[in-house]
């Protein structure tokens, strides 16, 4: 008899956990499954919504349902016993009442590094508020009965931090989408500027992802390179809104939230990419520019650096004039040869990584092994 899995992604509905989560369902459309499992998938609308039907077949899984979290979480995860195993994508996910098996992905940095970065941005309130929230997810995570995790460097920390959950590490892989042209779909939109030099911010718009940084450093940009740098952000426009506050600066554009089949365009169209991120567990971003020979900026943090090595160029994500030193020597002092030479050596690391097909084979493996 065919043991009956849910695969959980009631809860993603930004940023990289939805692109992960998105790329992994249409992958599973290639293995074959049918015979060992009995996979139902409960998602989120913006999970359902990048799922585009051209290239999924929802038909494929027992069971296809768009649900909102709060249907099965808590006082409601006693309807999920009918299942023999949950596999939360990313959580934290409380499933109190759920008595088999509990498979959760881990990508929470505020759990696992010192936030005292982002803290500072808030009053005191907000940063006793913060920490309590992420302390609370620290405990949820702590009732999972397994954690997948991106990285060893991830699995390493959560150790020092007391997690005796049972932890397997499934490293994060560039969606097959950027291997398979015929689903690239367009962007239209004006945000880009073929005359200026455009600097994709691929990110979703939380706290810990440093984007007001952003806007100080196109300040700065702007007076010393007038009409010369174009940066784009993809969040949502009340983020942006609130981002901005008030200001009026025509080298900040914003594209919104755009879907997985979308991306490669957008490496397309832009010359860079910029991540100024304070916490971060594992960024696919930085590989999936690198595969689109796109040069990247990222924050000198460790989980960027035990990634992405030397492949990246690398500025202090407090200091503005750091990221502009970085930018001015690579867009105006490097030479043309020396540049193309280091974006292939990029290029051949990305293209060496696990591809996420193998990604989502990995996933299935633990889910049967469990």
């Known amino acids: 008899m065919a043991k009956k899995i849910l695969i959980n992604a009631t809860n993603l509905n930004e940023g990289g956990g939805l692109q992960v989560a998105t790329s992994f369902l249409k992958d599973l459309n290639q293995l074959d499954l049918s015979s060992q499992l009995d996979i139902s998938v409960y998602v989120s609308s913006a999970v359902d919504k990048n799922l585009e039907a051209e290239f999924f077949d929802k038909s494929y899984f027992f069971e296809y349902k768009v649900k909102h979290r709060k249907e099965i979480s808590l006082l409601n995860s006693s309807k999920l016993n ?100 015929d689903e690239w779909q367009e ?32 300040i700065n940009l702007e007076n010393d390179y007038p009409n010369t740098f174009n940066f784009i952000f993809t969040i949502k426009s009340d983020q942006f809104i609130e981002l901005m506050q008030g200001l009026q600066i025509s080298s900040l554009q914003n594209l919104g939230p755009i879907k997985i089949y979308q ?49 990246a160029k690398y500025f202090d994500p407090l200091t503005v004039s750091s990221a502009i030193d970085l930018i001015e020597n690579w867009f105006f002092n490097a030479d043309s040869i020396d540049r193309d030479k280091q974006l292939d050596l990029a290029y051949r690391y990305a293209k060496k990584q696990i591809n996420s097909v193998e990604k989502s084979r990995r996933y299935i493996q633990i889910i049967r092994n469990s």
């Open 263 to 311: 991306c490669p365009d957008f490496y397309c169209q832009i010359d860079a990419i910029i991540l100024p991120s304070l916490l971060e567990c594992f960024s696919i971003t930085p590989y999936e520019a690198m595969l689109m020979k796109k040069v990247v900026f990222l924050s000198d943090r460790d989980f960027f650096k035990k990634n992405c090595f030397s492949y």
């Open 187 to 218: 962007i239209n939109s004006d945000v880009f500027d073929s005359k200026k030099i455009n600097i994709g911010v691929l990110s979703g718009g939380y706290p810990h992802k440093n984007l007001d940084f952003i806007v100080k450093l196109a």
């Open 82 to 181: 009918q299942f023999d195993l949950v596999f939360t994508i990313f959580g934290p996910f409380f499933l109190p009442f759920y008595r088999k098996k509990h498979i959760c992905g881990f990508a929470q940095p505020w759990v696992i590094y010192s936030a005292k970065d982002v803290l500072r941005k808030f009053n005191f309130l907000k940063r006793c508020f913060l920490t309590f929230k992420y302390f609370l997810a620290a405990c949820i995570f702590k009732q999972a009965d397994m954690l997948l995790v991106e990285s060893n460097h991830i699995k390493e920390l959560l150790i020092k931090k007391g997690f005796a959950n049972e932890i397997e590490v499934v490293e994060n892989a560039v969606s097959s989408v950027f291997y398979n042209q």
